[in-house]
Nanobody, 119 residues
Framework: QVQLVESGGGLVQAGDSLRLSCVASGRTVSNYVIGWFRQAPGKERELVASIYWDSRTTYYQDSVKGRFAISRDNARNTVSLQMNNLTPDDTAVYYC????????????WGQGTQVTVSS
């Protein structure tokens, strides 16, 4: 089992930055793909960014390209999401999720952290 705990959310103004962290425990996640998802009120959950176990492959949703950066420290079992130039459209609950490198679906989820961006 993998337990994921997110932190770093908060209330900021448009144009500000936040850094979200996801700490894994239970087992090392060095062989896992880690994703950051978000869900805004009344909307479906969406994948924002992901990073492969070797950090060589990353994915970003078009709306966050150039503003968000995902990184991982396997030695510390931690994945971070640096979010810059935030807009009100980024307001959502952000979730960290993990899946083993050979699996298609994310099967480990954190509880989420709220990000609210005021205009």
């Amino acid at each position: 089992q993998v337990q994921l705990v997110e932190s770093g959310g908060g209330l900021v103004q448009a144009g500000d930055s936040l850094r979200l962290s996801c700490v894994a425990s239970g087992r090392t996640v060095s062989n896992y793909v880690i994703g950051w998802f978000r869900q805004a009120p009344g909307k479906e959950r969406e994948l924002v960014a992901s990073i492969y176990w070797d950090s060589r492959t990353t994915y970003y949703q078009d709306s966050v390209k150039g503003r968000f950066a995902i990184s991982r420290d396997n030695a510390r079992n931690t994945v971070s999401l640096q979010m810059n130039n935030l807009t009100p459209d980024d307001t959502a609950v952000y979730y960290c999720a993990a899946k083993f490198r050979t699996q298609s679906d994310y099967n480990y989820w954190g509880q989420g952290t709220q990000v609210t961006v005021s205009s």
